[in-house]
Structures are given as C-alpha cells and as structure tokens.
C-alpha cells in the first residue's frame, strides 16, 4: 500500500513539474508564480471544503449513488463498443437507426460530446447498440437484486 500511495503522489509531483516547466517556457516568471501559487490556494481550500462537508456523509448512500452511475457509464462504454464492432463489421447493425434524435440533440454537439463521453449517447444508434446497452443494464439489475436479496436474507437470520 505504501508503495501504491508513494508512487501516485511521486507521478502527481513529476508532472505538476513538467506543467509548472511547459508554464514557465511559455510566459513569464511572475505568472508562472502567480498560477502555481493560485492553483495551490484553490486546491488548499477546495480540500479543505471537501473534508469538512464530508463529515456528515452517508457512505451508504454515497456508494450507492456511485455504483448507479458506474453502471450507467459502463453500459454506455458497451454500446460504444458495440458501435464501432458495427462499424468494422464485426457485429451486424441488423437495423442500421432505430431512432433518430439528431434533431432534437445531436451527438455532434457540445451537449451531445459530453453526454457521449460519459454514458454513451448515440443520437441515430443501430438495434445491437440497443440490444447490447438494454441487456448489460438488464443484467447488472438482476446481479443486484440477487445480491439484495441474499444480503437481506443473511441479515435476517443473523437477527
């Protein structure tokens, strides 16, 4: 563990030197200061509001919420994935568009880019983008229920 932690905060110190070299080469000395000493404060107090609203957090509840969106990412990594084995022609599409929201919300824009990076999102997909996003979600939903399931009937014969 020790060596896990010293080695990520080692590459987090190489490369805040590298930045702080690249910042350095391409301005001023006084604003390279003045960047990294505002990028300390910010990060000083953003810490310091994080551990101090933290105090009071569920970790039940904040698990919970962070596994919900975990899945939801991962499912939308499948449907990316699907998408380009269709484009190679690995997969077939069987039906090219099942819908089409470019109209409405196209994945060419900004909001479109940021909805595609983090869940996925396909204005026109293809029926195994579909299929593939529909069943992944379908099965970690089965996955959780049976764990929901065994874990309540674990805590109700230990009562």
Do not use: C
């Not at 909805?115 to 579909?130: C, F, I, Q, R």
């Amino acid at each position: 563990m020790f060596a896990l932690a010293f080695l990520a905060v080692f590459r987090e110190g190489i490369e805040l030197a590298l930045f702080l070299l690249a910042a350095r080469l391409t301005s001023s000395p006084l604003q390279t200061i003045t960047g990294a000493l505002l990028g300390l404060i910010s990060a000083g107090v953003l810490g310091w509001i994080l551990f101090t609203s933290t105090m009071r957090l569920s970790l039940r509840n904040f698990f919970g919420v962070t596994n919900i969106l975990l899945i939801i990412f991962a499912a939308g990594l499948v449907g990316l994935g699907v998408h380009e084995f269709n484009e190679s022609g690995v997969i077939p599409s069987v039906i090219e568009h099942v819908w089409d929201f470019n109209g409405i919300l196209s994945d060419k824009s900004e909001m479109g880019l940021l909805l595609k990076a983090l869940v996925g999102y396909n204005g026109n997909p293809s029926l195994t983008e579909v299929g593939a996003y529909i069943s992944y979600m379908a099965v970690l939903v089965v996955l959780l229920m049976t764990q929901r399931r065994k874990r309540n009937s674990a805590s109700v014969t230990i009562r």
